[in-house]
C-alpha cells in the first residue's frame, strides 16, 4: 500500500504557575522546533505585501516561504526580522542548468539585490519536480549546482542554502514507514547528486508531507482521529515494531528510511509544504473547516512541544504550513483555492494557535470552538453562533466595488438569486452597502444550489463561513 501526497494572542501580565511550566517544558523544543507559512500569491484579491507582512508580524510568524522572488515582496519583508525562503520556478530549471551565466544574473538580481535586508535562508530551485509534467527532471541537478556556483561568486553561499522540494510521490514505497524507499528511476540520477549537494554545502532536503491526501483516498483504511493528530490507539510498524500515533510522523519516517537506505541518515529535513483543507468537492473526503483547524492546530502542538519522530526522536521539526491565504485563481479541484489559514480580508478561516506563547496561553483558556469561523467582511456585518453544519455565503469586501458590483448583478440576473428583500424599501435594503446587498445575493444563490461546490466563490468575490451573517435586522436564510 502507497500513502503518497503531491502536494496574536498576547500573552497575559500575569502567567499562571502551570502555564509557566508549559512554557519551561518546551522551550528546549521550541528553540530548533519552528512553525512557518507558505505564502502563495496565486489570487486576484489578496492583501499588499506590506499588509502581509504586517499580518506576519501580528501573528508571530518569523518564517515565510514564497514560490518566486516577486520584488515587491521582498522588499516588504527587509528589516522585518522574518526569515524567507524564496524559490526559482520549474519553468527556469532548464536555462538555468545549461548557462552559468543565467544562473548567476538570476542570483545577482533576486538574492544579491535584496539580501542581507531580506533575510534569505535558502533557494528552492524549482518545486515538486518529480512530478512536473513538463519533464524537468533532468535539469534539477545541474540547475541547483548552478545556482550553488553563484552564490559562491557573489559570496553568498555560507548564508544562503540551495535544495528542492520534493513530493512524497517521489517514493516506491511508504507502508509501513520502515520500508521506505525511493523509486529506482530516481536514485543514481537525480536523488544520490541531490543529496551529495545538499550534504556538502550544509544544505537541508525540503520534503512537502500531505496526510489529508493519504486520509481521502483510503478513508476506509486510515483513521481520521489519526490523521488528525487526535487521540487513536496508534499504528504498530510490522517491519521495526515502532507506535505511529499520527499519520504526518508516519510519512516523514518513510522518508527518513528512504534516505536511510542509501546512507544519507545525516542529511538534515525540512517540512517545506502541510496542510489541510477547509473545503473539497464532494469526492474529496475530509475536507472541512473542522478538520482544516484540528490538523493545522494540532500539526502547530506537535511540532512545538513534541520532538522528533519516532525513527529521529532527537530531530526537531521544522515544518512550513500551506498556506497563508486562500487563493483564489489557483486551478484544481475546490481544496486547491482552500488551504488557507486567512481569508484575503485577512480575518482567520478558523482561529489556532502557531506560535508557543499561544500554545502555554491556550493550557489556561477554555478552548474555543475549533471550527469557528469569523467573516470574510468588514464594516457592519455582525454573526450568531449556530448549529455545526450549517454554512452561508459571504461577500468578500476586499475585490473591489466593480467586481462585486458584477458579481452581484450575475447572482441578481442569471443566477436566479432572490434579491426582491434588498430592493428599496423591503426588507433587507438596509444597510444600504454593496458588500451587504452582495451578501445577501450570493447566499441565495449559495442556498438555492443547495450549497454546492463552487456555488460561493463568483470570481473570488465571496466566502463561505460558519456562522451566521447579519445585517442590521436581516436574517439570512439557510434553505429555500
Not at 553568498?156 to 514507514?177: E, G, M, N, R
Not at 489529508?212 to 481520521?224: K, R, T, V
Not at 453544519?389 to 468578500?396: D, E
Request: proline content about 5%.
Amino acid at each position: 500500500m502507497f500513502w503518497f501526497s503531491s502536494k496574536n494572542q498576547t500573552m497575559a501580565t500575569h502567567i499562571s504557575f502551570s502555564c509557566f511550566l508549559l512554557l519551561l517544558t518546551i522551550s528546549t523544543i521550541a528553540e530548533s522546533a519552528s512553525i512557518g507559512i507558505n505564502y502563495g500569491r496565486i489570487a486576484n484579491n489578496l492583501p499588499t505585501p506590506t499588509q502581509v507582512v504586517q499580518l506576519l508580524k501580528k501573528q508571530g510568524l518569523t518564517r515565510v516561504k514564497l514560490y518566486d522572488t516577486n520584488s515587491d515582496v521582498l522588499t516588504a519583508l527587509a528589516n522585518s526580522n522574518i526569515t524567507v525562503v524564496v524559490a526559482l520556478p520549474n519553468e527556469l530549471l532548464s536555462s538555468t542548468a545549461k548557462d552559468q551565466s543565467f544562473a548567476d544574473n538570476w542570483v545577482q538580481a533576486n538574492i544579491s539585490k535584496f539580501y542581507p535586508a531580506t533575510n534569505i535562508e535558502a533557494i528552492a530551485v524549482g518545486n515538486e519536480v518529480f512530478a512536473d509534467p513538463n519533464n524537468t527532471t533532468q535539469f534539477l541537478v545541474a540547475a541547483m549546482k548552478n545556482i550553488h556556483s553563484s552564490l559562491v561568486k557573489y559570496n553568498l553561499d555560507s548564508a544562503v542554502k540551495v535544495s528542492s522540494p520534493i513530493a512524497l510521490s517521489a517514493l516506491q514505497t511508504s507502508y509501513p514507514s520502515s520500508s521506505g524507499s525511493f523509486k529506482s528511476e530516481l536514485i543514481e540520477p537525480v536523488i544520490k547528486p541531490m543529496l551529495d549537494l545538499i550534504r556538502s554545502t550544509g544544505s537541508y532536503f525540503m520534503v512537502n508531507v500531505y496526510p489529508f491526501f493519504a486520509y481521502s483516498a483510503n478513508s476506509d483504511q486510515i483513521s481520521l482521529d489519526y490523521t488528525l493528530f487526535k487521540a487513536n490507539p496508534g499504528v504498530v510498524d510490522s517491519g521495526n515494531g515502532l507506535r505511529y500515533s499520527n499519520l504526518f510522523d508516519a510519512q516523514l519516517d518513510a522518508v527518513f528510511a528512504a534516505m536511510s537506505a542509501i546512507k544519507y541518515d545525516d542529511v538534515k529535513v525540512v517540512i517545506t509544504e502541510t496542510g489541510w483543507p477547509s473545503l473539497g468537492d464532494s469526492n474529496e473526503v475530509g475536507a472541512s473547516q473542522a478538520n482544516a483547524a484540528s490538523y493545522n492546530g494540532n500539526l502547530v502542538r506537535r511540532v512545538l512541544t513534541g520532538g522528533g519522530t519516532p525513527l529521529r526522536p532527537n530531530d526537531t521539526l521544522n515544518v512550513y504550513v500551506f498556506a497563508l491565504f486562500n487563493e483564489n485563481q489557483k486551478t484544481g479541484p475546490t481544496s486547491e483555492r482552500n488551504y488557507g489559514l486567512f481569508y484575503p480580508s485577512e480575518a482567520k478561516v478558523y482561529d489556532i494557535p502557531l506560535t508557543m506563547a499561544e500554545l502555554a496561553t491556550a493550557q489556561t483558556t477554555p478552548p474555543a470552538n475549533e471550527s469557528k469561523a469569523q467573516a470574510p467582511t468588514t464594516g457592519d456585518m455582525s454573526t450568531s453562533a449556530v448549529p455545526s453544519g450549517q454554512t452561508w455565503c459571504v461577500a468578500n469586501g476586499n475585490v473591489g466595488s466593480e467586481k462585486l458590483q458584477a458579481a452581484l448583478d450575475y447572482a441578481c440576473g442569471e443566477g436566479g438569486a432572490d434579491c426582491r428583500p434588498i430592493q428599496g424599501g423591503a426588507t433587507c435594503f438596509n444597510p444600504d452597502t454593496l458588500v451587504a446587498h452582495a451578501s445577501y445575493a450570493f447566499n441565495s444563490y449559495y442556498q438555492k444550489n443547495s450549497r454546492g461546490a463552487g456555488t460561493c466563490d463568483f470570481g473570488g468575490a465571496a466566502n463561505v463561513v460558519t456562522q451566521a451573517p447579519k445585517f442590521g435586522t436581516c436574517t439570512f436564510p439557510t434553505g429555500y
